[in-house]
């Protein structure tokens, strides 16, 4: 149980192009969700919260407007990188905590999406 | 400024031998520590959480210990295999409401034969 799914995996695209990447919870309902950005051999960085039927709440210093986020059912949240340069390449991470259990401080996360804007 | 400091050197270990992983924060009032394991090209997955009136946790080959006096914990694999060979990274959260997660930078664990 508690599985998350990301796609596409890997993503190429060019500069100046927007990409959208999905997050979805299989097996649990996830009023919350994170998204998480991974440099090369750097530590996961919180972008942003996610929160089912409502604005996200982005981290200091991440643009809303260049990373929307979008959280419209249980199960999906998407981000999309808007106007992409090279330096938005990297390992996109999202995670999810199951609304049936709101003590838990688990989070599940998906397997990420490598994205490399060219 | 807060910090959580992880070894970034490689530690590498034997089959069989233990292996210990250290987590150091600064600037932090945790209300819990969480260890995760992370594979190349993979998100991380949850091993195991200790709570910061718990001073050990154990869960089948893997023990986590909490001081928050030394505002360390360490993360140990007795019997260490090769398929143990990982990233480990510890997380904070200070909010204490498991919203807001900060990662350690990781450990890189190799485990040969």
């Known amino acids: 149980g508690a599985v998350v799914s990301q796609h596409p995996s890997r993503v190429i695209c060019k500069s100046g192009t927007s990409v959208k990447i999905e997050c979805r919870s299989l097996?649990?309902?996830?009023?919350?969700m994170f998204w998480y950005r991974q440099f090369p051999k750097q530590s996961l960085m919180l972008m942003a919260t996610s929160n089912e039927g409502s604005k996200a709440t982005y981290e200091q210093g991440v643009e809303k407007d260049k990373f929307l986020i979008n959280h419209a059912s249980l199960t999906l949240s998407t981000l999309t990188v808007t106007s992409a340069h090279p330096e938005d390449s990297s390992f996109y991470i999202c995670?999810?905590?199951?609304?049936?259990?709101?003590?838990?401080?688990?989070?599940?996360f998906g397997p990420g999406t490598r994205l490399t804007v060219t | 400024s807060q910090k959580i400091e992880q070894n970034s050197e490689a530690l590498n270990i034997q089959e069989g031998k233990t292996a210990t992983l250290t987590c150091n924060y600064t600037n932090y009032s945790p209300a819990y520590l969480q260890w995760y394991r992370q594979d190349p090209g993979r998100g991380p997955v949850f091993l195991l959480l200790i709570r910061e009136n718990e001073k050990e946790k154990r869960k089948e080959r893997l023990k986590v210990t909490f001081d928050t006096t030394l505002k360390q914990s360490l993360f140990h694999i007795t019997a260490s295999q090769p398929a143990d060979s990982a990233t480990y990274l510890c997380a904070l959260d200070n909010t204490g409401t498991a919203s807001k997660l900060t990662f350690g930078t990781g450990t890189r664990l190799q485990v040969t034969l």
């Open positions: 097996d649990f309902q996830a009023t919350t």
């Open positions: 995670s999810a905590r199951d609304r049936l259990v709101p003590h838990s401080y688990e989070q599940y």
